[in-house]
C-alpha cells in the first residue's frame, strides 16, 4: 500500500525559501500525478500545484510566481520550494498522490500525514 | 478564482442524518470529491467523482449532486464522524477546495 511522507525544516525565515520533500513508499511513482496542499492554522486546505512523475508542473495561479515543484523518480520523491515566504505562508505542508479514471478529473486518494512550517525570524 | 460554498457548521444528533452541501457555479458539469479530516489528522478521500465510495469508507457516507450544489449525507451519525468535510473541484486545471464544514455530533 503506498505510503508518502512529507519532511523538510520546521521553521523558516521571513524572505527565505521553504522546501519540502515528499518520500513515496510502496509503489511506484511512474503514471502518477503527485501534488501539495497547504492548511494554515485553524483554516482550510489550499491547492498549492502538481507535478507529473516526468517532471511537467501545473501550480496554483496564486502561488506561481513563487512556487516550484520538482521530481526525483530514482529517489521515490518529488519537492516542493517556495521563496520569499512570509508568515502568511505558516501552515501544515500535505503531499498527496492523484488518481483518475481516464477522462475524468482526478481526485487525491493518499496523502501523507502533513508537516508543519512555521515562518519566523 | 473559482469559489466552492460550505456551510461552516452542521451539528448533528447521534443517530440523525448529515447533510453538508457544496455549491458553486457550473458545479453541475464537474465532478465533486469530498474529504474529511479529523481533528489533528491530514484528510482522507471519502467521495469521488460525486457519487463513488473508495473501498473502506463505510456505506453510511453517500454523495449526490442537483444542479450545481453537490451534497454529502452521513447516515446515522455516529461520534467518530466528528470531523471537518471539504468538496474538491478542478477548473482549468487548478485544483480548488470549499470553505470546509465542521460536523459537531451533539
Known amino acids: 500500500q503506498v505510503q508518502l511522507q512529507e519532511s523538510g525544516p520546521g521553521l523558516v525565515k521571513p524572505s527565505g525559501t521553504l522546501s519540502l520533500t515528499c518520500t513515496v513508499s510502496?509503489?511506484?511513482?511512474?503514471?502518477?500525478?503527485w501534488t501539495w496542499v497547504r492548511q494554515p492554522p485553524g483554516r482550510g486546505l489550499e491547492y498549492i500545484g502538481y507535478?507529473?512523475?516526468?517532471?511537467?508542473?501545473k501550480y496554483n495561479p496564486s502561488l506561481e510566481s513563487r512556487v516550484t515543484m520538482s521530481v526525483d523518480t530514482s529517489k521515490n520523491e518529488f519537492s516542493l520550494n517556495l521563496s520569499s515566504v512570509t508568515a502568511a505562508d505558516t501552515a501544515v505542508y500535505y503531499c498527496?498522490?492523484?488518481?483518475?479514471?481516464?477522462?475524468?478529473?482526478?481526485?487525491?486518494?493518499?496523502w501523507g500525514k502533513g508537516t508543519t512550517v512555521t515562518v519566523s525570524s | 478564482s473559482y469559489v466552492l460554498t460550505q456551510p461552516p457548521s452542521v451539528s448533528v444528533a447521534p443517530g440523525e442524518a448529515a447533510r453538508i452541501s457544496c455549491g458553486g457555479d457550473?458545479?453541475?458539469?464537474?465532478?465533486v470529491h469530498w474529504y474529511q479530516q479529523s481533528p489533528g489528522q491530514a484528510p482522507v478521500l471519502l467521495i469521488y467523482y460525486d457519487t463513488h465510495r473508495p473501498s473502506g469508507i463505510p456505506e453510511r457516507f453517500s454523495g449526490s449532486k442537483s444542479g450545481d450544489t453537490a451534497t454529502l449525507t452521513i447516515s446515522r451519525v455516529e461520534a467518530g464522524d466528528e470531523a471537518d468535510y471539504y468538496c474538491?473541484?478542478?477548473?482549468?486545471?487548478?485544483?480548488?477546495f470549499g470553505t470546509g464544514t465542521k460536523v459537531s455530533v451533539l
Open positions: 457550473n458545479l453541475g458539469t464537474t465532478e
Open positions: 474538491q473541484v478542478w477548473d482549468s486545471s487548478t485544483g480548488f
Open positions: 507535478i507529473y512523475y516526468i517532471g511537467s508542473t
Open positions: 498527496a498522490r492523484l488518481e483518475r479514471l481516464p477522462g475524468w478529473s482526478y481526485y487525491m486518494d493518499v
Open positions: 510502496g509503489d511506484s511513482m511512474n503514471d502518477y500525478y
